[in-house]
Nanobody, 127 residues
Framework: VQLQASGGGLVQAGEPLSLSCAAFGRSFPSVNMGWFRQAPGKEREFVASISPSSIRTRYANSVKDRFIISRDNAKNTALLQMNSLRPEDTAVYYC?????????????????????WGQGTQVTVSS
């Protein structure tokens, strides 16, 4: 699976922004999808994930109730709708795909659980 993230940009605090991840490959409907972000000088951190059938979604506490992850398997696309953005959301956002599943929800929080990564898209939120 090859991934290409897009939709980043510069917005003011409180505004929304939507990120898109286009996947190329027949296995997209069977992979977990995740969004991560990395701010300068910080480690890459989990943002959200969604199961292959969209039944299960998970969010980092810092974005819960503000961000929404979704996917369209017919279009090989994963989306991250970001609402009420804050300056601390500023980071490079990456989409990722993982072939395996695990009973532990924390499994999906780890970058090492994902096999394929997009190139990242910059999101900057001004105060």
């Amino acid at each position: 699976v090859q991934l290409q993230a897009s939709g980043g940009g510069l917005v003011q605090a409180g505004e929304p922004l939507s990120l898109s991840c286009a996947a190329f490959g027949r296995s997209f409907p069977s992979v977990n999808m995740g969004w991560f972000r990395q701010a300068p000088g910080k480690e890459r951190e989990f943002v959200a994930s969604i199961s292959p059938s969209s039944i299960r979604t998970r969010y980092a506490n810092s974005v819960k109730d503000r961000f929404i992850i979704s996917r369209d398997n017919a279009k090989n696309t994963a989306l991250l709708q970001m609402n009420s953005l804050r300056p601390e959301d500023t980071a490079v956002y990456y989409c990722a795909a993982g072939r395996h599943t695990h009973d532990s929800r924390t499994y999906y929080y780890m970058p090492s659980s994902y096999d394929y990564w997009g190139q990242g898209t910059q999101v900057t939120v001004s105060s």
